[in-house]
Every structure is written in structure tokens, then in C-alpha cells.
């Protein structure tokens, strides 16, 4: 006499597959580094320290330059990648280090990598939940989703030009709706080189305002001869948008 099978599903165990708990482990640990350094670092990741630290700073670029970009780029990448405060001021180091070229270059590699690792700390975790849940979502949720997808480049573009989208938000929000990778990366590098060339431009002159005694002007950026190309650039990247919506209102007409 065979013994009565067991209806009930059986957990999977197939390889790759990660409990619930293990997968927000990522962001769980962004979000708690980022608590700790908002309160230990904020008084050490400042222009004052750059400013006592000059003269070896630059003995050292003078003598070692490879060293100097490397431990650069792996401290901006840290400071993204956690949230640190500090991120103005690194970008503005890069110019003050390296001068506008290769600073604006190492400042925007930077940038992009530490942005990818809070988007895959995000999208292992919470995005992968809310992008399955929109997927099997109906209505409103159903045309938001089919929107982004449609316009999935342009509103990456617009989230990294606009200057009032703070840069962690821009980093974590498209992991939360499931953006490719691939674009995300790409319109991530190419949207923050407006910003990178302002803040890098500010580090070029760092040296003169250190010598009088001074701070560097971040509001530089609020000018309007700095803000006007920015917001221009702002409208062609939303233009396709604009342009797909009044197709569709004409297509229903």
C-alpha cells in the first residue's frame, strides 16, 4: 500500500536562488553606513580638511599620480556609493587635483560607478519586489509602467540634469521601477557632465581662493549663466516625451 503523497508545495532550493532576508542585506547595509557616516564624517569630508591637507596632497599627485587617481576614484566611488556627505567637495577636489579635463573624466567615472552600486544594492532588494508587483498591476499602475518604458531614457536623462533631483534619489528611484541596467548606466554618465564640469571648474581655482583665505562658491551653480544651458538641456531631454504625447492625443482623436 503506497503512503499518501504530499500535496503541499515544497520549498525550492534550485542554485541562485537567495531568501528574502539575504536580499535586502545590500541596501539594508547602504542605508546603515550612510546613518553612521552622516554623523562621524560630515566634519571631516569638508573643503577645511582639503585645505590643511594641500601641500601633501600635492607632493603626493607630484610623486605617485596613478596612486593618487586610484585612491581618488575608490573614495568618491565609497563616498556615492554610501551616501556620505562629501560629494560636492570631492567633485571639486577632482579639479583641484587634476585640472578640468581629466577631473571632470575621473569625477563622472566615479560618480557612475558609486551610483550602480546603490541601483543594484536597490534593485536585489526592494526593486526587485515593487518591479514584480508592478508587472502583475492592472490599471493606473499598468499605464505608469508602460509610460516609463516608453520614455524609460529621457526621464533617466531629466532625473540626472534637473538640478533639483537630489543625486540619491535619481540613483535609487529607477531601481525601484525596473529601468535596464544598461541605460541606466549610460544616461547616468552622459546626464551628470554638465554638473561635473561646474563643480570640477570650482576645484580649478580652489588654490587662489585657499591662498585669500577663502571658501569656494558652490552656488555657482545657481547662476543663471550656469543654470539656463542646464534647463535647456532639461527641455530637449523631455522634448520626445512631449513630442510621443501629442502622436498619442492626435492617434485618439
Not at 554610501?82 to 579635463?101: I, K
Not at 558609486?114 to 526593486?127: D, E, H, K, S, V
Not at 563643480?199 to 585669500?212: E, K, P, Q, S
Amino acid at each position: 500500500m503506497s503512503k499518501p503523497q504530499n500535496s503541499e508545495p515544497q520549498p525550492s532550493h534550485q542554485p541562485g536562488t537567495r531568501p528574502g532576508v539575504l536580499r535586502h542585506l545590500p541596501l539594508i547595509a547602504v542605508v546603515a553606513v550612510a546613518l553612521i557616516g552622516a554623523v562621524t564624517l560630515r566634519d571631516y569630508l569638508t573643503f577645511e580638511t582639503l585645505r590643511d591637507n594641500r601641500e601633501a596632497l600635492m607632493a603626493f599627485r607630484d610623486q605617485n599620480y596613478p596612486g593618487l587617481v586610484a585612491a581618488f576614484v575608490g573614495l568618491y566611488i565609497v563616498i556615492v556609493v554610501f551616501s556620505l556627505p562629501g560629494a560636492a567637495v570631492a567633485s571639486v577636489t577632482g579639479g583641484f587635483l587634476f585640472g578640468l579635463v581629466a577631473g571632470t573624466l575621473f569625477n563622472v567615472v566615479a560618480a557612475t560607478i558609486g551610483a550602480a552600486g546603490i541601483f543594484l544594492a536597490a534593485r536585489w532588494g526592494l526593486g526587485a519586489l515593487l518591479t514584480a508587483r508592478m508587472e502583475a498591476a492592472e490599471g493606473r499602475v499598468q499605464m505608469l509602467k508602460q509610460a516609463l518604458r516608453e520614455n524609460e531614457v529621457e526621464v533617466l536623462l531629466l532625473l540626472r540634469l534637473v538640478p533639483a533631483v537630489p543625486f540619491f534619489v535619481a540613483n535609487l528611484l529607477p531601481a525601484l521601477v525596473g529601468v535596464r541596467l544598461r541605460n541606466f548606466l549610460w544616461t547616468t554618465a552622459v546626464g551628470i557632465i554638465p554638473g561635473a564640469i561646474v563643480f570640477t571648474w570650482i576645484g580649478v581655482g580652489l588654490g587662489a581662493v585657499f591662498d585669500r583665505g577663502g571658501k569656494p562658491d558652490l552656488t555657482l551653480l545657481w547662476e543663471p549663466h550656469v543654470l539656463g544651458p542646464i534647463l535647456g538641456l532639461c527641455v530637449l531631454a523631455a522634448m520626445p516625451i512631449l513630442v510621443k504625447a501629442l502622436r498619442g492625443k492626435r492617434g485618439k482623436t
